[in-house]
């Protein structure tokens, strides 16, 4: 069986919102084609294109469409969280996911019990929601670091895999925990990690499973994933692990008068500690505009990695354990059960009063949007890889479509995680199709973009100091102000291919709330700010993030 390609009478230019604004939804799109159903549910790979002989200038990205996601969703199957399969799948179709992963903590319970239960609920709700695209995976505590998303395509061996992985190579299970500089066992901690993702790697390529990634999850909330880490795990297999999450999950934490006075967006209360890489100054411990200080930060860590020259994404989550103002609760665990012995919290109870909690629904605010030729599985893993994402909070958009071309070229151009080749001085157009939001998001507010920026930086190649987080040659150099405008519109903005490759990136808000970057106003003069502990309503104060397209200059 074959995943099936878009149809012919599809616009490539648009994104599915696109659609949307001239009366053909994405999932109008999707049925029309006749790509939903359990028939197609496990299709075959994209096929590759073939490789041409000798590197041509220019380039030419295939029709996409955009399908919509959450990496990070945890259920009774994680020890801390409390929500049934049929409620995040409900909540998730409620609020227009298209794909998910069940994204559960590894312990010795889930290891032992929880991850063969799982499965077997995840392959009844794949029968169940034939339009929802239901992946398995795992939260692997990293040796000598934070935490990870695991993910596999669905196949013979998909709860083999993670199971193997997770007794193998987590951190918490074998007690590779220490990280801090110096430290005995440190090193052979993180040469663990290198290790397991390069094991992940070596099952792809026998066959044992179709596919297999890995994104790291909120990385600076402890300050312990250091940069050299981070490059450690990108090269030791960069088809695996394919980037971060630029935005953490528990984006509710800080509504005003909620969890407290010293709250912060994406839980993100923490200072540094013993095994948080000293390099990190005291800033990059909170989030700027909901978004992690890495990626927040025009020439920061993320173009650091960028500048490099290899692609490194970024995502957005829910990370949903406990939303905010829900009146559920944990059940009471029968005598005798626990979650070490059976792997599974009790379902919860009602109590018709709000508890506790940081999270949104899956969808409800953060959306990761991915871009696909084909519906399935694999598709959607393909289109992470090549790096077709760009990500938004509170439905700031319903779609972006981004293109780079050279000005003498008429096809397609590249798009998000491409790479255009150019000669030195060629003129080249960066072509930016917005949709506006064109209805109230879920907390009934019309979204609306104030502000499109554009970020170039320089490639230089790999890095001597693998401690590197800075990218001195990247910096904002346009902002187009759309305050106002609505529907479907085009930004054309002309660049210039100088002596250098370079990488542009986008990024936009809806104007409430900024300021000069971390890195001065030189360099990023209206980015993300800070908000105050206990006063950050994320409602207030949403962006929009894409991910880079390269630029290789001829000689250069």
């Known amino acids: ?126 029968a169940e929601n034939p339009r929802q695209l239901i992946f398995q995976g795992l939260e692997w505590y990293i040796p000598a670091a934070e935490h ?25 299970l074998l007690g590779y925990t220490e990280g801090s500089a110096g430290a005995a066992d440190t090193a052979r901690n993180e040469a663990h990690a290198v290790k397991a993702i390069k094991w992940l790697a070596e099952q792809r390529r026998s066959g044992y499973v179709d596919d297999v990634l890995v994104l790291a999850n909120h990385p600076l909330r402890l300050g312990i994933d250091s940069p050299h880490e981070m490059r450690g795990w990108r090269d030791a297999a960069p088809e695996i692990m394919i980037g971060m999450e ?44 909901g978004f992690d200080w890495a990626t927040a930060t025009v020439g920061g860590l993320w173009d650091s990695m960028l500048a490099e020259g290899s692609l490194f994404s970024i995502t957005t989550n829910s990370d949903n354990h406990r939303t905010v103002f829900d009146t559920w609760a944990n059940g009471t665990w029968p005598t005798g059960q626990n979650f070490d012995n059976t792997g599974k919290l009790p379902d919860p109870v009602n109590t018709d009063t709000p508890q506790p909690g940081s999270d949104f629904w899956p969808g409800e605010f953060s959306r990761t949007h991915v871009g696909v030729t084909r519906y399935g599985y694999r598709s959607v893993m393909a289109g992470l890889r090549a790096g077709r994402v760009w990500v938004d909070h509170g439905h700031l958009l319903d779609g972006l479509d981004v293109r780079l071309k050279r000005d003498c070229d008429f096809g397609r151009g590249v798009t998000l995680g491409g790479r255009l080749r150019v000669r030195k001085g060629e003129k080249i157009t960066l072509y930016v199709t917005v949709t506006s939001a064109s209805r109230a998001n879920p907390q009934g507010i019309v979204p609306e973009l104030a502000h499109v920026d554009v970020i170039r930086g320089a490639v230089r190649g790999p890095v001597s100091d693998r401690d590197s987080w800075q990218a001195p040659d990247t910096k904002v150099v346009q902002t187009k102000d759309v305050s106002g ?40 003069p209206h980015g993300p700010v800070p908000h105050a502990p206990g006063d950050g309503d994320p409602w207030a104060d949403t962006w929009f993030y894409s991910n880079p397209i390269f630029v290789d200059v001829a000689g250069a």
């Open 1 to 126: 069986m074959t995943e099936q390609q878009l149809p012919s009478w599809a616009d490539p230019s648009v994104s599915p919102a696109d659609l949307d604004a001239q009366g053909v939804s994405r999932r109008g799109l999707l049925r029309r084609a006749g790509l939903f159903g359990a028939a197609f549910a496990l299709g075959s790979a994209t096929p590759a294109l073939a490789a041409s002989s000798r590197p041509r200038f220019g380039g030419d990205d295939p029709r996409l469409a955009y399908l919509v996601g959450d990496h990070h969703v945890h259920s009774v199957y994680s020890h801390d969280a409390k929500y049934t399969f049929s409620q995040q799948a409900q909540a998730a179709a409620k609020y227009g996911l298209d794909w998910m992963v069940f994204n559960e903590h590894s312990n010795f319970g889930h290891a032992s019990y929880g991850a063969k239960l799982e499965h077997a609920e995840i392959v009844k709700a794949r």
């Open 148 to 172: 990870c998303t695991v993910f596999a395509a669905p196949g013979p061996h998909e709860t083999d895999l993670l199971t193997q992985f997770e007794l193998a190579y987590d951190g918490k």
């Open 246 to 289: 630029g935005a953490p999950g528990a984006q509710g934490a800080a509504i005003p008068g909620w969890r407290g006075a010293t709250s912060i967006r994406g839980e993100y209360e923490n200072k540094p500690s013993a095994q948080s890489w000293s390099g990190y100054p005291a800033e990059a411990y909170v989030t700027y505009g």
């Open 485 to 524: 405008r609505k529907g479907t519109y085009t930004l054309r903005i002309p660049l210039t291919a100088r002596d250098e490759s370079f990488y542009v990136r986008l990024r936009g808000s809806d104007g409430n709330r900024h300021g000069a970057g971390y890195l001065g106003a030189s360099v990023d």
